[in-house]
């Protein structure tokens, strides 16, 4: 009851009908209803709505109702129990497979350290008993040409870039890596994009550079 | 005098799952609210699976966070928040699940899961009583279902609903007068 309602002690016509459903289902407070009751006397035909509203409530059983609710969700703490374990159980699951496969990963975060998934830019792919120790690959054959067309000649036709090739081991580590780097430039992206596929790549690329030198040792020594 | 008790034994269950077997706790927990939870997402949802569904991911919401409940409302207030949220991301799922045509095949496989015991059970407990509910407003319904059958406080029913007590007062005795004319009547099938 508010303050206002405690001072006149009487309803208004609009205050007693929000009370009424309290008063019908026995809801009021004993000083709430004896309030309610003297307004009914004042608005009799509230009486008769409150008369009419529990009559009509009068066949139906309330407590039976809930009864039949309870009745109807009684599985539901089961259906909870089971959403908890299952969840309890894909939570065990998910920790066994971080824990399975925390080994795998820092085997390959090692792996990648050590063993990076790139080809060697200064090793060609392909077979390794096609090179020689200092990475070259074998030509059968370069030297007798090489001695028949004269390395001299050769050497100021082609400049630096074949010297690797031709003759490597005349030439300083540093100088081997510029013109092994300049020879793979152009064969960069097979060698860097790590597919098996395009593994043989470079090295067709290397031979066909090769077969491009070949092709102008031949000229020169023509001439 | 009866709410007086169940807070004394949600504060019970909240220590109790705080700082004892919380396991025990919980299923005190659940027990002691399940119905209400259920009934209001039937009311919500009109379909008994998927009120127990809504039930169940509700109080397992409720749970992952009993530990922090604050006590700010009251806990049927909280729990009530989180049963209607569910509800909502139900029925928003239901209402895509249709758009793409998959409901007939979700019914169908409902349709096989429900046994004839559910069936009247179903039938039980939507009895006439609800379907005297199904024709009010839902706001009157609400209001009429947590202060007759619940026995909530008109301030925690207004937490609830986002309605000023004297709005819900004035729901409550609309809510009653009708149903108490449909009652009489019998004319509600």
């Known amino acids: ?223 | 005098m009866e709410n007086v008790l169940k807070l004394a034994g949600d504060q019970a269950i909240l220590t109790e799952f705080r700082e004892g077997d919380a396991d025990r706790a919980a299923d005190a927990f659940v027990r002691a609210h399940q119905d209400f939870v259920f009934a209001t997402a039937l009311r919500y949802l009109q379909d008994r699976d998927d009120a127990g569904d809504a039930s169940q991911e509700a109080f397992i919401k409720a749970l992952a966070s009993l530990g922090n409940f604050r006590g700010e409302s009251s806990i049927r207030t909280w729990l009530y928040r989180i049963t209607v949220n569910v509800c909502s991301s139900m029925k928003r799922r239901k209402t895509v699940r249709s758009m793409l045509s998959l409901d007939g095949i979700g019914a169908l496989l409902r349709s096989r899961d429900s046994t004839p015991e559910q069936a009247l059970e179903d039938q039980n407990f939507r009895d006439n009583f609800d379907l005297i509910l199904a024709q009010l407003p839902p706001k009157q319904r609400e209001t009429f279902v947590l202060r007759y059958f619940d026995e909530l406080s008109y301030e925690e029913i207004s937490q609830m609903l986002g309605t000023s007590v004297g709005g819900l007062k004035a729901n409550y005795y609309q809510a009653t007068k009708k149903i108490a004319q449909l009652l009489e009547s019998g004319n509600y099938e």
């Open chain 1, 1 to 223: 009851m508010n303050n206002s309602e405690q001072h006149r002690n009487t309803l208004s016509r609009s205050e007693a009908e929000l009370k009424l459903t309290d008063f019908v289902f026995g809801r009021l407070s004993a000083e709430e209803q004896a309030v309610f009751e003297a307004a009914l006397d004042e608005f009799p035909d509230l009486r008769s709505e409150a008369d009419q509203i529990r009559s009509a409530f009068a066949g139906f059983d309330r407590q039976d109702y809930l009864e039949r609710r309870k009745l109807a969700a009684r599985n539901v703490s089961v259906h909870v129990q089971e959403g908890l374990s299952s969840a309890h159980r894909a939570g065990q699951r998910n920790r066994r497979f971080l824990l399975r496969m925390a080994p795998l990963a820092v085997a390959c975060i090692i792996a990648v350290v050590f063993f990076p998934p790139f080809n060697d830019p200064t090793v060609p792919a392909g077979d390794e008993s096609a090179f020689n120790e200092d990475g070259m690959p074998v030509l059968d054959g370069l030297d007798e040409f090489l001695q028949e067309a004269g390395q001299e000649n050769i050497a100021e036709l082609l400049g630096d870039y074949p010297a690797n090739l031709l003759d490597g081991s005349e030439l300083s580590d540093g100088e081997l890596d510029a013109a092994d780097a300049e020879i793979l430039l152009e064969t960069s992206w097979h060698v860097n994009a790590g597919m098996p596929v395009l593994d043989f790549l470079p090295e067709v690329v290397y031979e066909d550079e090769l077969q491009s030198l070949f092709d102008g040792v031949e000229h020169v020594a023509s001439l």
